[in-house]
C-alpha cells in the first residue's frame, strides 16, 4: 500500500479541518487521502488565491504580475518542457477578436478568430469579451500565433475546432474547448494567399499533424468526437500542461500509428494537468517516440492512465494516480499489442509517484537513467506538492484589472 507523505496529511489537516475530525476511518491513512480527494475536487476551484508561489514555475513565472493584461506577451516566456521555445506570436502585434461568428472559412471577416489564425505574420490574438465560438469547419492555423483567452471566458465548441498542421510556434492559452465534431467535405482557407478543399476531419478539440513547437496550455477541455489533443505525422517538441481534462473517452494519443516510424524522434511534455471526472483512457496513449509525464494529478480514469504500442519511451515522474475502485482497473500502464516478451524491453518508469487507492505502474526496461535521457525534459517536484501545482488547472477566470 503507497501511504502520503507527512507534508501532504498536515496541508489537509490544515485546510479541511471539519474533515478530519469527523472521519471515522483515521486509522487508515488511505481512505483519508481517498475522502480528502472528494473533498478536494469541491473546493479546488476555490485555491484561486493560491496562485503565486505555488511551485508550478510557469504560473510562478507571470501569474504573481498585477499587471499581466499589460504584459500578455511575457507568457511566452514561461513554457517548460520539450515545447519551451514555442514562442507563438511574442514578437508579433496584438490582434482583438471582436467578431465570434465563422460565416465564411474561406473569406473570414476581419475582427473574426479564423481570419486572425490564418495571417502569415506574427500575431498574438485575444478577445474583447466573453464569446462562444462555434466553428463551421476546422480552424487551420499558420505559424507564431497565440490564442490567449485570459480576461475573457471563450469557448470554441459544438463544431470542429483547432488544426495545427505543418506550422510551427503555435501557443494555445486559456480557453475551453468542448463538444467539437467532425467537419466536412468542404473549403477551408489556411493563408492569405491559398485555400483548399478538407476531407472530414476526426473531431479532436487540438489535432497536432506535423506540427512543432506547440504548447497548449491552461485550457479545459472536455467530451470531443474523437481526441481531447492527439499529435501525429512527426510532430514534436510540444508541451501539455496545466490542462483540465474531464468527460471524455481516449483522451490524448501521441504518435500515428505503430507503422509510422517518423514519429521516433517525437517528444512531447506532459505537466501539472489534472485528468478528471469521466475519463476512460488514453492520458496518453503513445507510440514511438518519447514522453516525459510529470506532476499531473490523475483523479479518474476506467481502463486505464498511460498506455502506449511500439516501444515509446514514457518517463513517469512526480504524478499523483487515484486508482478507481474497481479492482479490475487499478493498474495505470497498459501495454499495448505487444506480447510480454516485447513490451518488458521498453523504457517505462515511474520515479516518485503516489499510488493511491491500490493503483499500481507495470515498469519496463533496464531503468538506467541513459535510457530516459530523450525523455527527460524538466525537473520534477515531489508529488506531495501536486495539490498546489494543479489547483488551478485549465480555463482561469483572469479578469481584466485584477490578479490573474
Not at 510556434?169 to 477551408?188: F, L, P, T
Not at 479518474?300 to 492512465?305: G, I, L, P, S, V
Request: proline letters at 4%; one cysteine or more.
Amino acid at each position: 500500500m503507497a501511504f502520503p507523505s507527512i507534508p501532504f496529511l498536515v496541508f489537509f489537516c490544515l485546510l479541511f479541518p471539519s474533515l478530519i475530525a469527523s472521519s471515522p476511518t483515521l486509522q487508515d491513512p488511505e481512505l483519508v487521502v481517498q475522502e480528502v480527494h472528494r473533498k478536494l475536487n469541491v473546493s479546488r476551484r476555490k485555491l484561486g488565491f493560491l496562485s503565486c508561489n505555488t511551485g508550478n514555475p510557469i504560473d510562478d513565472c507571470w501569474r504573481c504580475d498585477p499587471n499581466w493584461e499589460e504584459n500578455r506577451q511575457k507568457l511566452a516566456d514561461c513554457a517548460i518542457g520539450f515545447g519551451k521555445n514555442a514562442i507563438g506570436g511574442k514578437d508579433g502585434e496584438i490582434y482583438v477578436v471582436t467578431d465570434s461568428g465563422d460565416d465564411d472559412p474561406v473569406n473570414p471577416k476581419p475582427g473574426t478568430l479564423r481570419y486572425a489564425v490564418i495571417q502569415d505574420q506574427p500575431l498574438w490574438i485575444i478577445f474583447a469579451r466573453d464569446m462562444v465560438i462555434q466553428l463551421k469547419e476546422e480552424l487551420i492555423m499558420n505559424s507564431f500565433k497565440t490564442i490567449d483567452g485570459r480576461g475573457a471566458s471563450v469557448h470554441i465548441a459544438n463544431g470542429p475546432c483547432i488544426t495545427i498542421q505543418y506550422v510551427t510556434n503555435i501557443i494555445i492559452h486559456g480557453v475551453h474547448i468542448h463538444d467539437c465534431k467532425q467537419g466536412g467535405n468542404a473549403m477551408v482557407r489556411d493563408s492569405p494567399r491559398h485555400y483548399g478543399w478538407r476531407t472530414i476531419s476526426d473531431g479532436d478539440g487540438v489535432s497536432i499533424f506535423g506540427g512543432s513547437h506547440v504548447w497548449v496550455d491552461h485550457c479545459s477541455l472536455s467530451n470531443c468526437n474523437d481526441g481531447l489533443i492527439d499529435a501525429i505525422h512527426g510532430s514534436t517538441a510540444i508541451t501539455i500542461s496545466n490542462n483540465y481534462m474531464t468527460h471524455h473517452n481516449k483522451v490524448m494519443l501521441l504518435g500515428h500509428s505503430d507503422l509510422y516510424p517518423q514519429d521516433k524522434g517525437m517528444q512531447v511534455t506532459i505537466a501539472f494537468n489534472h485528468f478528471g471526472e469521466g475519463l476512460v483512457q488514453r492520458m496518453p496513449r503513445c507510440r514511438h517516440g518519447y514522453f516525459h509525464v510529470v506532476n499531473n494529478d490523475y483523479t479518474h480514469w476506467e481502463m486505464y492512465a498511460i498506455g502506449g504500442s511500439a516501444a515509446p519511451t514514457i518517463n513517469s515522474q512526480g504524478n499523483r494516480f487515484l486508482a478507481p475502485n474497481d479492482r479490475f482497473n487499478k493498474e495505470v500502464t497498459k501495454y499495448e499489442d505487444a506480447a510480454e516478451s516485447e513490451w518488458k524491453n521498453w523504457n517505462w518508469r515511474s520515479e516518485g509517484d503516489l499510488m493511491l487507492n491500490g493503483a499500481f505502474f507495470t515498469a519496463s526496461g533496464a531503468g538506467a537513467s541513459s535510457s530516459y535521457a530523450k525523455a527527460s525534459s524538466l525537473g520534477a517536484r515531489p508529488s506531495s506538492l501536486i495539490t498546489s501545482i494543479t489547483a488551478a488547472s485549465g480555463a482561469l477566470n483572469c479578469r481584466k484589472g485584477s490578479r490573474c
